[in-house]
């Protein structure tokens, strides 16, 4: 099913903005029909496309001072069109700016500010999206976009010290490139016709060398163009299973089971499921519309499931903590904790609790991939380069013992 974004006039003649899941748009508009709405405009919802995956298209730091900017304007009470047409940036690449002012059209238009960023998905990613939903329902906005902005620099600041523990190993990794470059041009070539005609018998790493080498001259393009077929429609199958729910279900399970990796996933879906959770409840949503807006807020499949699993026990009338670890994803304390806060009636007491522990585990877990990173990287590039050296001189003290 897709979902299609629409503006439509109903029968009080007041403009209204939705979103409603149909096959094809024309099925949309049926659909909005039926409920007696005029509409003005059905658009349908872009997915990211894989290529922004790789491409970053404006930097982290920029867009969390757009966000954190426009929170503390919409704090300061100016309406959200009057922030956005006041934050239109007049630097920037093309692209951004191209997205700020359909935001702010879109907006203006009368959508929410969170459907107008379902139109630009590379910049606005479904964390921002969901978590600007549950601001616009619970009467928070401000505060949701100032926490999206800690979160983009948070992210910002940790990507920039990987990239700069990563400027040494590259560094290194280009001069040994360059040295192996030199080895193989120069100075094997000149080598192997003096031991053929000596008669002297190649070491084994270098002739794995010399003949890795031979092979990659000789059909280094029939395997570079036999497998680049199968791989790039392995990589769109790989998508389009992605946007499946089931596809997207399990990939997150195989992620979870990713030693270290998988904690720190399990660390950010925890912290997204308790703070919208805690906001939603804590600003007097009743619990049914709480999970509800959470189960379309929330941009992790099986944290979705969970929370559909829970709508089902509270209209069922159960305790909604009893399915809460149904996929097994949380950990044990966090589950009792949850409990304690349900029967002790401090259930938005316990969920910021828990909110600020896994920011705090998360933030620690990054800074210590940013620690190991560099060595790690050093000790397998310096293993490489002590193989190389190994096969490129092996058979010149070889030689020299030969006489």
């Known amino acids: 099913m897709k979902e299609f974004l629409f503006l439509a006039i109903d029968s009080k003649g007041r403009k209204i903005s939705g979103e409603v899941e149909a096959r094809t748009e024309e099925k949309a508009v049926a659909k909005l029909r039926e409920q007696n709405l005029t509409i003005l405009e059905v658009s349908p919802v872009r997915p990211k496309h894989w290529i922004w995956l790789l491409i970053q298209p404006v930097k982290g730091q920029v867009l969390a001072l757009f966000i954190r900017q426009l929170g503390v304007m919409l704090a300061a009470g100016i309406p959200l069109a009057g922030s956005l047409r006041s934050l239109q940036p007049k630097t920037g690449p093309a692209r951004y700016k191209k997205a700020l002012e359909r935001l702010c059209h879109d907006v203006e238009t009368g959508y929410s500010l969170s459907q107008a960023m379902r139109k630009a998905p590379e910049f606005f990613n479904d964390f921002m999206v969901g978590s600007v939903r549950i601001g ?136 997204q499921y308790f703070r919208a959770m805690g906001t939603l409840l804590s600003s007097g949503v009743p619990l049914s519309a709480s999970l509800h807006l959470l189960e379309r807020s929330l941009d992790r499949e099986i944290l979705r499931r969970t929370v559909s699993h829970q709508l089902r026990d509270v209209k069922q009338g159960r305790h909604f903590a009893r399915s809460l670890n149904v996929y097994k994803i949380f950990p044990r304390m966090a589950l009792e904790m949850f409990q304690v806060g349900e029967e002790s009636g401090k259930i938005e007491f316990m969920l910021r609790k828990m909110t600020d522990y896994y920011d705090e585990e998360m933030t620690r877990g990054l800074a210590t991939i940013g620690k190991l990173v560099e060595p790690v990287i050093l000790c397998g590039l310096g293993s490489i380069v002590a193989f190389l050296l190994l096969a490129a001189f092996q058979p010149i003290y070889q030689l020299a013992g030969s006489f």
Not at 190 to 208: I, S, W, Y
Not at 234 to 246: E, M, V
């Open 136 to 271: 616009e329902h619970t009467g928070t906005l401000d505060v949701a976009l100032s926490e999206c902005a800690d979160y983009y620099e948070t992210e910002y600041t940790y990507s920039r010290k990987l990239k700069a523990a990563l400027i040494y190993p590259t560094v290194l990794f280009s001069a040994s490139g360059a040295l192996v470059f030199f080895i193989f041009t120069f100075m094997i070539p000149r080598f192997v016709g003096l031991f053929v005609d000596l008669q002297v018998e190649l070491p084994a790493t270098t002739q794995l060398l010399v003949d890795l080498a031979y092979f990659t001259e000789t059909y280094g393009m029939v395997c570079l163009f036999t497998f680049l077929g199968p791989f790039l429609a392995f990589c769109y199958l790989f998508q389009a299973w992605l946007k499946t729910g089931s596809g997207k279900f399990r990939f997150e399970r195989i992620l979870l089971a990713v030693p270290w990796y998988g904690k720190q996933v399990q660390f950010r879906m925890m912290s």
